[in-house]
Nanobody, 122 residues
Framework: QVQLVESGGGLVQPGGSLRLSCAAS????????MGWYRQAPGKQRELVAS???????NYADSVKGRFTISRDNAKNTVYLRMNSLKPEDTAVYYC????????????????WGQGTQVTVSS
């Protein structure tokens, strides 16, 4: 009953910027931590950034100073602004959220988006 829909991926040149968006919808009672993960071909999925309901943030060392995560709780949406993109940022980016539904208000489950491709290449 809960769905995460991602948008904003695409092809960008090194040094360029993209903004990813992820909107949660469905029978949502509460959303806790939201975050972005990425996975390159043949690599493990890694945490890129996360943000709490209190707007505390956490970033992977590889993206600190370049990426910014934010959220709009009224819209159940999390964003990832990516600046100064490098070829090594190329990956499928997945939205993640810990969500309690209206049917089970005190139990949080992990939900995942389908992923959006980010390719950094000249």
């Amino acid at each position: 009953q809960v769905q995460l829909v991602e948008s904003g991926g695409g092809l960008v040149q090194p040094g360029g910027s993209l903004r990813l968006s992820c909107a949660a919808s469905g029978s949502i009672f509460s959303i806790d931590v939201m975050g972005w993960y990425r996975q390159a071909p043949g690599k493990q999925r890694e945490l890129v950034a996360s943000i709490t309901r209190g707007i505390s943030t956490n970033y992977a060392d590889s993206v600190k100073g370049r990426f910014t995560i934010s959220r709009d709780n009224a819209k159940n949406t999390v964003y990832l602004r990516m600046n100064s993109l490098k070829p090594e940022d190329t990956a499928v980016y997945y939205c993640n959220a810990k969500i309690a539904t209206t049917r089970s208000r005190y139990t949080y489950y992990d939900y995942w988006g389908q992923g959006t491709q980010v390719t950094v290449s000249s």
